[in-house]
């Protein structure tokens, strides 16, 4: 026992020569800073012997005051309390800190809490839950004010449930405005399916579609996608000459090939007289959609694409064996379209 007091002595000798000399250093801090704690006032409140300076109003609503009334406390407190007793209570210290410090740490960031907000208006989307995607949607507003990627994403939700005139009027904002180019670049998608549905030219539309695909490529020459629409845009209307220079950009900037673009490229080659090429932008079309058709659900759509593609290539064999084989119960129109691609094959 006398050994352990004799290890321990050394050690507590130091930590009340420290103890002592912060004692020191906290006695001069308070004299050099006792004036800004002390608050001199002529009226007096006196109990016994004790006398006691009254406070002025004011200065229960100074921070700076509760601020220095409150380190002086946590320093008086400290001072008066021997080592041993500071290490004593240091584990209730530590318990009073670490759930706040827990908290702070496991809080998600606002970045963390948009990504959340994110994923779920996805989710909720696909499976189209549009009351729950639109919770999220607005909540991922909320959490990114003005940021054009967010409201564009509640634009394209608001289209999915139906109130197109309001997420248009979202977008059309965002790409007007602050020049958001994916908000024209969703809209003009938007156009050109319209164009593709409708039966009449409307040039109004045209302009609009032409207007703003010419404003992206301005801003992106190699932008793939408005290149595509652009080509298929004229080759609706015709202008095959025009159609193929997009065309062919996008099948040489693409590092992947894009079955539409090889497809679309075929039909402007054919309508120029260009037999041999519209064959081989054909066969690669064809290839590309067989791919897309083995790997997604059935779709009497995207059959009857891929069955056009393999006439255009030539390759009659296959399509006669891919129509005799995979196409279930068709209704009227589709059969009328198939008895013409039967005529075509054979």
Not at 120 to 134: L, N, P, T, W
Not at 217 to 234: E, V, W
Not at 319 to 346: C, F, H, V
Request: charged share 20%; proline share 5%; aromatic share 10%.
């Amino acid at each position: 026992m006398s050994r352990r007091r004799g290890f321990f002595k050394p050690v507590l000798v130091l930590l009340q020569s420290l103890w002592a000399d912060f004692q020191k250093a906290s006695k001069s801090v308070n004299a050099a800073f006792g004036s800004l704690a002390t608050l001199k006032e002529e009226p007096v409140i006196t109990g016994g012997t004790a006398a006691r300076k009254r406070l002025k109003t004011s200065n229960y609503f100074n921070p700076i005051f509760w601020f220095l009334q409150s380190f002086w406390f946590v320093a008086r407190y400290l001072t008066s309390r021997t080592p041993v007793a500071g290490l004593q209570g240091f584990p209730a210290f530590a318990g009073l800190v670490a759930p706040l410090l827990a908290g702070i740490w496991l809080t998600p960031s606002v970045e963390e809490k948009a990504g959340y907000a994110r994923s779920r208006m996805s989710f909720h989307a696909e499976r189209e839950e549009f009351d729950k995607a639109d919770f999220f949607a607005k909540q991922l507003c909320s959490l990114t004010p003005g940021d054009p990627a967010s409201l564009l994403a509640r634009a394209v939700l608001l289209d999915k449930m139906g109130q197109s005139d309001e997420g248009l009027a979202i977008a059309a904002q965002l790409g007007n405005i602050q020049k958001f180019l994916p908000a024209v670049e969703w809209m003009m998608e938007k156009e050109l399916k319209a164009v593709n549905d409708s039966i009449s030219v409307d040039e109004k539309r045209d302009q609009r579609l032409s207007t703003g695909l010419t404003w992206i490529l301005q801003q992106q020459p190699d932008h793939l996608k408005a290149n595509l629409m652009l080509g298929t845009f004229h080759m609706m209307r015709g202008q095959f000459t025009s159609a193929l220079p997009p065309l062919r950009k996008v099948t040489q900037l693409s590092k992947v090939p894009i079955p539409e673009a090889y497809y679309s490229v075929a039909i402007v080659e054919k309508n120029l007289g260009q037999v041999e090429a519209s064959k081989a932008a054909a066969s690669v079309a064809s290839d590309g959609f067989l791919d897309r058709d083995s790997r997604e659900a059935y779709s009497i759509k995207n059959v009857l694409q891929t069955l056009r593609a393999l006439v255009m290539a030539e390759r009659e064999q296959e399509a006669a064996a891919m129509l005799l084989q995979t196409l279930p119960q068709r209704n009227s129109q589709e059969s009328n379209e198939i008895k013409w691609l039967l005529g075509d094959i054979y």
